[in-house]
């Protein structure tokens, strides 16, 4: 890496998580590009995030790039997401979940819907398909990011944990990921190619 084309930033924030709390990048047609920033609250679970909700405008000061802040399609209130639960293979196809957008707990953008969304995605990032997984694994502190079980290796290619064991409580989860990916993706214009990863063992600490 070539030191003088990276700068060090020393901006005090709640936690680690910049992915969840930063702005996303958008890669224009023009080869431009600029941030659109989401509103963080940290993950509609924890109480202190006043220095986090500062993380995207910052970002955009530093950069000198323009940012636009998301808003609710239906209530014009600022759009509650994070850059961990949505995963995009740069050419219009975005994968969420379930667990994440739509179940009653930790409710990031209470009354806004599935349509809805799917207009924002569209809105700020431009996608034409939304691709909706169940679930995410058990434990995840943020209840439902995608990052955790998907991630596209290129625009055709997307890798899945799945879990084997019956008697794991992640098998169920992922073998229903799994059916509802290989459903969308034969829906796909060109197909996508599904390939499974195995799940880690969980990581036990201070009893969690």
């Not at 500062?54 to 609710?72: C, F, N, Q, Y």
């Not at 209530?75 to 667990?99: M, Q, S």
């Not at 209840?143 to 625009?155: K, L, M, Q, Y």
Request: glycine share 10%; hydrophobic share 35%; charged share 25%.
């Amino acid at each position: 890496v070539d030191p003088g084309r990276v700068r060090l930033h020393l901006v005090p924030t709640d936690r680690v998580w910049t992915r969840d709390s930063g702005p996303t990048a958008i890669h224009h047609a023009d080869g431009s590009v600029s941030w659109v920033g989401w509103h963080f609250n940290a993950w509609a679970k924890y109480d202190n995030y006043d220095r986090d909700a500062k993380v995207a405008d910052t970002m955009a000061r530093l950069s000198g790039l323009p940012i636009e802040h998301a808003t609710r399609p239906d209530t014009g209130a600022p759009l509650v997401l994070e850059g961990g639960g949505i995963e995009t293979n740069g050419a219009g196809i975005l994968l969420v979940t379930e667990e994440w957008l739509l179940s009653p707990e930790q409710v990031r953008n209470p009354g806004l819907d599935r349509a809805g969304y799917e207009q924002a995605f569209a809105r700020y990032l431009g996608i034409d398909r939304t691709i909706w997984l169940g679930s995410s694994c058990v434990g995840d502190d943020t209840h439902g990011h995608i990052d955790d079980v998907a991630r596209f290796t290129d625009e055709r290619t997307v890798v899945l944990a799945v879990e084997p064991d019956p008697a794991d409580p992640n098998h169920e989860r992922s073998a229903d990921n799994l059916r509802r990916l290989e459903c969308a993706a034969r829906d796909v214009p060109g197909g996508l190619r599904v390939t499974t990863l195995p799940f880690p063992r969980a990581v036990m600490m201070d009893g969690q």
